[in-house]
């Protein structure tokens, strides 16, 4: 009968999320018993198990299925069951120094995990990952592959690095330049004759590592072995115009229409009156612009946020323009943020933060935070105690089965260990997502430069797809200024311009203008993670949008 492990039967009784099995007293019970039943049934979201003879991985990993964290390293696992596809919360699994020779097509089915690290194996062959679309790191270095696995280059919208040195590749996928987010890429160490023409295109990539390969073209190799990146991307640039020169040589191409003089009025009246939004370019002094830190805590609870500053506004313009503005964020919560489940917004007084920003992630009965539009600050415990007491009378009242619609984003936070909030260099708390914001930073209709933020635990893509719609919205409701105008001081009142007497004449309606600065978000050893807005944000042909960079 296998004995009872003090390890879990702690983990069990003190109900903790993590635990960590490691070393060599571990490695002899694995060796002897296997791994017991009881670990499987244990609720955790980070499960370490490390430095052990561990040769196979149970089907029944299944059953945690709140795991976020999976990281089974120096091990000697040869496989891995098909039961890992369910884990579907899964954000980071680490495989790395086993002696994996073969895994499951099921591997694509986590559509979650961030990072993959299979790294230091014997893998000849990969599954098709292209469902792996939040996977932002991944790691296939010293194994003996010959290909890339297909899917590499599609669907990958947050890949930053992919590390694939000391393996047996022959060739690079056509397709790396449809990576917008690719940072990084080690194929150092493999067996490549040449580079494709279009990596040229990867604008983000910072770090090209390839020596140790047989390119066959003198000039590219020397170039690629002394690290010397600018000058091959300026050739693979060329290299890559010469080619589809010479693809389009002989094709006829149409002759320019001739415009009408009316037609060409019209789109100069159209150009004149489309609303307008003005980027400003995160600030070159570091000091002079908001930067956000992404710690390791809030990875596993809510990781994505997105922020932004939009400055030069005037809620004043009417006297419902301020109240218009509170309306669409609740608006938005309930729509596009499907009552704040995919997503939150808040916004801030610019003025009462002090930069850099923190994104962290703490204890409930260490948070604390004054809430929106009350006086005295109160620990995130008590506060989501008191918002379930409010969620369970009003369903009890209304005689139903579940808590109401407008309460469910609190189950976001439903058995976490630890609650995500926003920091300023202060260490005071400014947001609380999905629950609020602090009073302290609350906005009003005197404010004329506000920070915005939206947070989500799904996807950066909700979070881009929400601060896009908010000030598409902000621009349609006209409370921005242009550059060239000033906001309004505090003592000037709000109008109502829907009382203005009719002009005389008619003139071309004015446009609108928003402008829009820069927020970079980076990890917690300081590399970029997210700039908003990007030259692919804010795409949409109804405005004009400038970008000052």
Request: charged letters at 30%; one cysteine or more; hydrophobic letters at 35%.
């Amino acid at each position: 009968m296998a004995s009872q492990w003090p390890e879990i039967s702690t983990a069990r009784k003190e109900k903790r999320k993590e635990l960590t099995l490691q070393g060599s007293e571990i490695s002899e019970r694995i060796e002897n018993e296997g791994l017991p039943k009881e670990l499987f049934k244990l609720n955790l979201n980070y499960l370490v198990i490390s430095k052990t003879s561990l040769v196979e991985l149970s089907d029944s990993i299944s059953k945690i299925s709140d795991l976020m964290r999976l990281c089974l390293p120096n091990n000697k696992l040869k496989s891995l069951p098909a039961s890992i596809g369910s884990l579907t919360k899964l954000k980071l699994l680490d495989l790395s120094n086993n002696e994996l020779e073969c895994l499951p097509d099921e591997l694509n089915t986590l559509l979650s995990l961030g990072t993959l690290n299979l790294s230091v194996n014997k893998l000849t062959k990969l599954p098709a990952i292209e469902g792996l679309t939040a996977l932002t790191t991944f790691d296939v270095s010293y194994n003996q592959l010959e290909y890339l696995p297909d899917g590499m280059c599609e669907n990958h919208d947050y890949l930053t690095e992919i590390k694939a040195s000391h393996n047996n590749l022959v060739e690079l996928p056509d397709g790396l330049n449809n990576l917008a987010r690719l940072s990084t890429l080690d194929v150092a160490d493999n067996k490549l004759k040449d580079i494709p023409f279009t990596l040229c295109e990867c604008s983000k990539l910072k770090e090209f590592i390839g020596k140790g390969n047989t390119i066959t073209e003198r000039r590219l190799s020397k170039m690629v072995e002394q690290g010397q990146m600018k000058g091959m991307m300026s050739y693979l640039s060329t290299e890559l115009q010469k080619k589809r020169a010479l693809e389009s040589k002989g094709e006829k191409k149409p002759k320019p229409k001739k415009k009408k003089k009316a037609k060409v009025d019209d789109d100069d009246v159209e150009e004149l009156t489309k609303d307008m939004i003005n980027i400003l370019h995160f600030p070159i002094s570091e000091e002079n612009g908001i930067t956000v830190s992404v710690q390791v805590p809030v990875i596993t609870v809510r990781p994505f946020i997105v922020c932004c500053i939009v400055r030069k506004l005037n809620f004043k313009k009417s006297l419902a323009m301020f109240k218009h503005f509170i309306t669409l964020q609740t608006k938005l919560h309930d729509t596009i943020c499907e009552q704040r489940q995919v997503a939150t917004i808040a916004t801030h007084e610019l003025k009462s933060i002090k930069g850099p920003l923190t994104y962290t992630a703490e204890f409930p009965d260490l948070l604390k935070i004054t809430p929106l539009f009350k006086l005295k600050e109160v620990t995130a415990k008590k506060l989501v105690t008191n918002l379930f007491e409010d969620a369970e009378a009003l369903r009890k009242e209304k005689k139903r089965s579940t808590i109401s619609g407008i309460h469910k984003y609190l189950e976001l936070l439903k058995d976490k260990v630890q609650y995500p909030c926003l920091k300023d260099a202060e260490d005071n708390v400014i947001s609380f997502p999905p629950i609020t914001n602090s009073d302290k930073t609350k906005i009003s209709s005197d404010t004329t430069d506000i920070l915005i933020e939206v947070t989500s635990s799904t996807n950066l893509d909700s979070c881009k797809k929400v601060m896009d719609e908010l000030l598409r919205e902000m621009l349609k409701m006209g409370v921005g200024c242009s550059e060239d105008e000033e906001p309004p001081s505090s003592k000037e009142e709000a109008t109502e311009e829907d009382g203005a007497e009719p002009e005389a004449t008619p003139k071309i309606p004015k446009n609108h203008h928003l402008v829009v600065e820069q927020v970079k978000i980076v990890d917690h050893e300081g590399s970029l993670k997210v700039v908003y807005p990007s030259r692919t944000d804010l795409l949409n042909p109804q405005y004009k949008v400038i970008r000052n960079f």
